[in-house]
C-alpha cells in the first residue's frame, strides 16, 4: 500500500468519529466555476501538498482540519457553519440595527448553537431546552428572508442566493480560511522561523497585557500561562498564524472572485472586507463560547484542569484578536504592493527587503482599522450581552417555576412544529443513539403540547 492509499485509508478512518457520515466532494458539491475554488487556488501557492476538501451539510457547525496526512490536506467545510454565521454575519448588523433587537437575536443564535453542540454530546434534555430558548428569545423578530436556520439541506442553498460581494466573500470563506491556514502552517516552515511576532517572549507579553487588562492586576505569570495548553506559546502560534493566513487568503482571492463573480468591472473594497472578516471572527469567538457552554456543562468534581482551561480560553482569544488587529495593516498594505513578496518583514522565510515597504500605506491601514473597530464595537457588545444571557442559564440553578413558564410560552407560540421537525431531522443526521431520539422528539413534542407529560421525566 503506497502513502496516498494510506492517507485515504487514514482519512475514511478520521470520518468516522465525526458526527455524522454525509460527505461530499467539493467536485460534486461546489460546481465550477465557483468563488470557492479562487481561494483554493491561492491556497494552493503557499503549500507543497493538495488540499482535499470536503463537504457536510450535516453533523456539528463546525469546519476542521485533519492533520498528518502526507500526500493531500483533509479540509472540511460545514453547512452548519454557514447557516449560524450567515444569520450573524449578514442578518445582525443590518436588519436589526435597533438596540433592544440585537441582544435577543444574539441570545437566540446562540441558543441554537449550543442546542446543536448538545446533540453532539447526545444531551437531548440540554438540546431540547436550547432549542426552546433559542424559539422563545426570537418570538418577536420576523427574519427577512425564509433562510431556515433548521432546515437541513437548505443552508448553503440561501447563502449561494446572496449577491458575491465583500462580504459573501467575509460570510462563506473565512471560516473555512482559517483551517486552510493550520494546513499551510503544517506544510510550511516552521512558524519561529517566518515572523518575529511569533518569538515566545512577545506571545507571552500578549498574554499578559491582556490578563492583567481582565483582572485588574498582574495576572496570568510567564510560566503559569506556559504551562496552560490553552495558552501555551506553540498553541497561540498556530492559532493565530492560521488567523492571519486566513485575511492573506481572503484578501489575495478577493479580486478575482468579485471579478468574476460579482457586479461587472467591480473592484473589491478592502474597507467592506474587512468589516466582514471582523464580523466573522466576532462569529468564531461567538461559536467557541457556544461550544465552551455544553463541554462546561458536562465537567465533573474531578475536572478540574480542564474547567481551568476552558475559563483560559476568552484570554486566549482575546490574544489572537490583538494580533489580528496588529497584522491586518500590514496584511492590506502587502495586498496593495507592486511585489507581494517583497513585505518580508512580517510573512515569509528568505532576505527582509524592509525598504520596499509603504510605510504610508500601513498607517492608511492601521487607522482604517480602527475606525472599523470602533464602529462596530456596539455590535460587540450586543453580541456579548446575547451570549451571556444564553450562558446564564447553564450558569445558574433555575428558579421555581422557570422550566413552566418557559413550556407555556413555548406552547403560547404555537409549539414550532416546522421548526421542530427540522431540528430532530439535524438530531437524526449524527450518530445519536435511538434513546437520545425519542427522549428529544418525545420532550419537544411534550413542550408544544402536543402529547401528555411523559410520567417517568417529570417537568423535563
Known amino acids: 500500500m503506497d502513502l496516498h492509499q494510506l492517507d485515504e485509508a487514514f482519512l475514511a478512518e478520521s470520518l468516522t468519529r465525526y458526527q455524522t457520515s454525509e460527505f461530499v466532494s467539493k467536485e460534486t458539491y461546489f460546481v465550477s466555476p465557483h468563488p470557492i475554488y479562487e481561494i483554493l487556488a491561492v491556497a494552493s501557492e503557499r503549500m507543497n501538498q493538495p488540499i482535499r476538501l470536503l463537504v457536510t451539510e450535516q453533523g456539528p457547525p463546525d469546519h476542521f482540519f485533519l492533520t498528518s496526512f502526507t500526500t493531500f490536506k483533509p479540509v472540511i467545510f460545514s453547512a452548519r457553519y454557514i447557516a449560524l454565521a450567515t444569520r450573524i454575519n449578514r442578518l445582525f448588523p443590518e436588519a436589526y440595527a ?13 441558543f441554537d448553537a449550543i442546542a446543536e453542540f448538545f446533540l453532539m454530546e447526545g444531551d437531548a434534555v440540554g438540546a431540547a431546552l436550547s432549542f426552546m430558548k433559542a424559539r422563545v428569545a426570537q418570538s418577536n423578530i420576523s427574519l427577512p428572508t425564509t433562510r431556515s436556520l433548521l432546515g437541513v439541506g437548505s443552508d448553503l442553498l440561501s447563502s449561494e442566493a446572496e449577491p458575491v460581494d465583500e462580504l459573501y466573500i467575509a460570510d462563506m470563506f473565512f471560516g473555512l480560511a482559517h483551517e486552510i491556514g493550520h494546513a499551510i502552517q503544517e506544510s510550511g516552515p516552521d512558524d519561529k522561523d517566518r515572523a518575529p511576532w511569533c518569538s515566545d517572549d512577545l506571545l507571552m507579553q500578549y498574554v499578559e497585557w491582556h490578563a492583567a487588562r481582565s483582572t485588574g492586576d498582574a495576572g496570568l505569570t510567564y510560566r503559569e500561562a ?17 488567523d492571519i493566513e486566513a485575511c492573506r487568503l481572503i484578501a489575495r482571492a478577493a479580486r478575482s472572485i468579485v471579478g468574476k463573480f460579482g457586479q461587472p468591472a467591480a473592484e473589491p473594497q478592502f474597507h467592506t472586507l474587512m468589516v466582514g472578516v471582523q464580523f466573522s471572527y466576532l462569529f468564531l469567538g461567538f461559536l467557541r463560547a457556544c461550544r465552551r457552554v455544553v463541554t462546561m456543562n458536562g465537567l465533573g468534581p474531578g475536572d478540574r484542569d480542564k474547567a481551568i482551561e476552558l475559563l483560559q ?27 507581494r513578496d517583497s513585505l518580508q518583514l512580517a510573512f515569509g522565510a528568505g532576505p527582509r527587503d524592509v525598504s520596499r515597504i509603504d510605510c504610508r500605506a500601513v498607517d492608511h491601514f492601521r487607522a482604517m482599522w480602527t475606525r472599523i473597530h470602533h464602529d462596530l464595537s456596539p455590535f460587540a457588545a450586543d453580541l456579548d450581552s446575547g451570549l451571556l444571557s444564553a450562558m446564564d442559564f447553564f450558569n445558574r440553578d433555575l428558579r421555581d417555576g422557570e422550566l413552566g413558564d418557559l413550556f407555556a410560552t413555548y406552547q403560547d407560540q404555537g409549539g414550532h412544529p416546522t421548526a421542530a421537525r ?25 413542550a408544544g403540547g402536543t402529547v401528555q407529560p411523559p410520567g417517568s421525566r417529570g417537568s423535563t
Open 226 to 242: 506556559g504551562a496552560s495548553a490553552v495558552l501555551h506559546p506553540d498553541r497561540l502560534r498556530h492559532e493565530a498564524g492560521a
Open 422 to 446: 427540522h431540528f430532530i431531522a439535524l438530531a437524526e443526521s449524527m450518530a445519536l443513539s435511538d434513546d437520545v431520539l425519542a427522549e428529544l422528539e418525545l420532550g419537544l413534542q411534550y
Open 98 to 110: 435597533t438596540a433592544d433587537l440585537r441582544p435577543m437575536l444574539a441570545e437566540g443564535i446562540a
Open 313 to 339: 480560553e476568552p484570554l486566549a482569544f482575546a490574544v489572537r484578536q490583538q494580533i489580528l488587529q496588529d497584522h491586518l495593516p500590514i496584511i492590506a498594505a502587502e495586498m496593495m504592493a507592486p511585489d
